[in-house]
């Protein structure tokens, strides 16, 4: 079946830090894959994607690169600031069966100044 | 910058009893969707909805529940008897068209989250 396993929280990391969450996938076909953010008393929001093979996405400083050899799509951000404190979902989505979404867990961040 | 809004944020009901979640989607969109989020646990489709009716729809969504887009610019989601295991985070999501702009743009807009708890 499609499935996504996302690193377990929650991350603490100082202002600055190098961010990286980790993201690998199960899936029956050739997925696209996401990742979206859910800062605090809002809703998802999407971050990045990539939709082929060595495609990397990339967004407000974080990048993800998707890698068929070892299904994996690691979100990663080189400085992280307070503002990037929120919940973090990578997903797939199969487009051969139409709209579904498939989601990790979630990992919450905090980076404390 | 248009939104999808839900309410309640939070509801609090006794087992077997009815629950509405309501949901408004962005203006101009036209395929809308249910998740949940179980604590700790994925975020899990439950069903999507289009031209008035079901497109979609998971193993969750069993005969407990049913969606209804009641005035053109309402989405519900209802729980007709609720069970403990029902308590979660419910989160209503649209999109401006289906498989084709999904390509895309890969795009959900998401609302803020309906949390659901069951005693």
């Known amino acids: 079946g499609n499935s996504v396993t996302q690193m377990e929280g929650p991350v603490t990391l100082s202002e600055e830090a190098f961010l990286t969450i980790n993201c690998t996938y199960t899936a029956t076909g050739y997925p696209s894959l996401f990742w979206y953010v859910q800062y605090p008393g809002e809703g998802l929001q999407l971050l990045l994607k990539a939709t082929k093979a060595d495609d990397k996405g990339s967004n407000k400083g974080f990048e993800a690169t998707y890698r068929k050899e070892t299904t994996s799509f690691h979100l990663e951000k080189g400085s992280v600031q307070v503002s990037d404190s929120a919940v973090y979902f990578c997903?797939?989505?199969?487009?051969?069966?139409?709209?579904?979404?498939?989601f990790g867990t979630g990992t919450s961040l905090t980076v404390i100044p | 910058e248009p939104e999808v809004t839900q309410t309640p944020s939070h509801q609090v009901t006794q087992m077997g009893q009815e629950v509405i979640l309501r949901c408004v989607p962005i203006s101009n969109h036209l395929y809308f969707y249910w998740y949940r989020q179980i604590l700790g646990q994925k975020v899990e489709f439950l069903v999507s909805?289009?031209?008035?009716?079901?497109?979609?729809k998971s193993e969750i969504f069993d005969d407990q529940f049913s969606v209804e887009r009641p005035d053109g610019s309402n989405f519900t989601l209802k729980i007709r008897s609720t069970k403990l295991e029902d308590s979660a985070m419910y989160f209503c999501?649209?999109?401006?068209?289906?498989?084709?702009?999904?390509?895309?743009?890969?795009?959900?807009?998401f609302g803020e989250g309906s949390r659901l708890t069951v005693l």
């Open positions: 999501a649209s999109s401006a068209s289906g498989r084709a702009a999904l390509e895309n743009t890969g795009e959900l807009f």
């Open positions: 997903a797939l989505r199969m487009l051969e069966t139409g709209n579904q979404f498939y």
């Open positions: 909805f289009y031209n008035n009716e079901i497109s979609e």
